[in-house]
Nanobody, 125 residues
Framework: QVQLVESGGGSVQAGDSLTLSCVASGRTFIRHAMGWFRQAPGKEREFVAAIAWSGGNTDYADSVKGRFTISRDNAKNTVYLQMNRLKSEDTAVYYC??????????????????WGQGTQVTVSS
């Protein structure tokens, strides 16, 4: 069982930066690939970024490539999402997710095993 708690959301201006954090409980964090997803009002949840268990492989949605960076610190059971040059269309609830998948290859899936409660990011233009 893995419990995830996100933090770092808030209200910012377009062009600003924000860093989200997700702390995981449990000693099996290192076995899990981690992902960030988001859901805007009236829209379906969408993939944002993912990182393999070792941190050696990452994947991003086209809409955030070059602006967002996912990273992890396995010693702290924490995954981060550094968001730069934020746009109004980045406004959403951001969710952290964990997938029991201790491999370098990242799966193209939204069927993660565990989810956090979400943190709101609001970007004003």
């Amino acid at each position: 069982q893995v419990q995830l708690v996100e933090s770092g959301g808030g209200s910012v201006q377009a062009g600003d930066s924000l860093t989200l954090s997700c702390v995981a409980s449990g000693r099996t964090f290192i076995r899990h690939a981690m992902g960030w997803f988001r859901q805007a009002p009236g829209k379906e949840r969408e993939f944002v970024a993912a990182i393999a268990w070792s941190g050696g492989n990452t994947d991003y949605a086209d809409s955030v490539k070059g602006r967002f960076t996912i990273s992890r610190d396995n010693a702290k059971n924490t995954v981060y999402l550094q968001m730069n040059r934020l746009k109004s269309e980045d406004t959403a609830v951001y969710y952290c997710a964990a997938l029991d998948w201790p491999h370098e290859e990242l799966l193209q899936t939204e069927h993660y095993d565990y989810w956090g409660q979400g943190t709101q990011v609001t970007v004003s233009s």
